[in-house]
């Protein structure tokens, strides 16, 4: 990538189509007519990579896909009505904690690694969003404004099975 430019002059007017198209670029995001970024997880202990997609029902239906580290082998593993978001593999990479929005509330889910058996986790008026597994795989953490009329995010936590909810930020 390295093309050396001896003028000033000749560097501007080389930059001038990068920086139009950049502030295309922008415009287009903001009036949502570019897809959003990708969200991935990084691999559970079964090397996989966990990432959002929605190339299968762009803009209203996001889904999990897996892939091989060398981007192999992608598969989609969930496809429920509304947008699963923010993937994370539990630390035996056996079980995957996202965010599903069917409209809002957002919810917090579980599913198995190959997407089977998805269960909602959490159930409230407020928002839950960005959940992930806990280091000891036993509970998942997560932001939600469910105890702040303002909308302000605080971290909770839970068992993994969604009981035993408890706020940790206030």
Known sequence: ???AVESRECALQLSEPFRLLAIAAVVLTTFGMLPAAVQAAFPGTNGKLA???????FPADSDLHTMAADGTTQTRITSLDGDELYPSWSKDGTKIVFERNAGLPPDVWVANADGSNAT???ESSAGDHHPAWAPSGAKIVFASDRDDAQGTLDLFVMNADGTGVRQLTF
């Open 120 to 122: 909602r986790r959490t």
């Open 51 to 57: 990432f959002t997609s929605a190339r299968n029902g």
């Open 1 to 3: 990538v390295g093309v």
